[in-house]
């Protein structure tokens, strides 16, 4: 059964780096079939998708937060990570990992199947001095 | 950027009821949408993706339709358990993959 599993500080300071990372088990993150995404989501409000990566190295940024996000994967420990730099308050949220659907490119025409499933359970990341 | 507006905000029914919520996308997002279901406390749920399919081990009582920009989420019979938030998201053109804001179904 696939599981995802967030980790990271709880706590971060105001323009310092929020850095989380994403265990994975059940399934290889080396799979061509899938992304492996970032979503997260403020106390109280709705969902963002905060960032992409494919196994072969491909990234996909959400254009809003590009400037100030890396993420990367670990093939040998079946893992990824976000970071985040120079947070700030609106920063702080419940982030999420999840597997993602790929796009499938055939004849020149695209079909996408980038749905998120399943999800980690989540970790509340605070922005406070 | 896709923007989705979902409809109504929130939702008041009974149990055994059926619950009807929308979703509408800024552009045409052809069939390439998903919903997913979130309890409180808990991360959220893939239910349908393509607009219309059910996920894995989702109940019959749940369907969805629609194409372009208007979409329907159904939840006939509504069960104490379908109680929640309720997100749609577009895949069809991104970055960035983007939500709607959510519609809170809640017990009348």
């Known amino acids: 059964q696939l599981q995802l599993q967030e980790s990271g500080p709880g706590l971060v300071k105001p323009s310092e780096t929020l850095s989380l990372t994403c265990v994975v088990s059940?399934?290889?993150?080396?799979?061509?079939?899938?992304?492996w995404g970032w979503i997260r989501q403020p106390p109280g409000k709705g969902l963002e998708w905060i960032a992409s990566?494919?196994?072969?190295?491909?990234?996909y940024y959400n254009p809003s937060l590009k400037s100030r996000v890396d993420i990367s994967l670990d093939t040998s420990k079946n893992q990824f990570s976000l970071r985040l730099t120079s947070v700030t308050a609106a920063d702080t949220a419940i982030y999420y990992c999840a597997r993602e659907g790929v796009t499938y490119y055939f004849d020149n025409n695209a079909y996408p199947n980038n749905w998120f499933d399943p999800w980690g359970q989540g970790t509340l990341v605070t922005v406070s001095s | 950027e896709i923007v989705m507006t979902q409809s109504p905000a929130t939702l008041s029914l009974s149990p055994g009821e059926t619950a009807t919520l929308s979703c509408r996308a800024s552009?045409?997002?052809?069939?390439?949408l998903a919903w997913y279901q979130q309890k409180p406390g808990q991360s959220p749920r893939l239910l349908i993706y393509g607009a219309s399919f059910r996920a894995t081990g989702i109940p019959a009582r749940f369907s969805g339709s629609g194409s372009g920009t208007e979409f329907t989420l159904t939840i006939s019979s509504l069960q104490s358990e379908d109680f929640g938030i309720y997100y749609c998201?577009?895949?069809?053109?991104?970055?960035?993959?983007?939500f709607g804001g959510g519609t809170k179904v809640e017990i009348k």
């Open positions: 990566i494919h196994y072969t190295g491909s990234t």
């Open positions: 552009q045409s997002v052809a069939g390439y």
């Open positions: 998201q577009q895949y069809s053109n991104w970055p960035p993959l983007t």
């Open positions: 059940g399934d290889s993150i080396s799979s061509p079939n899938y992304n």
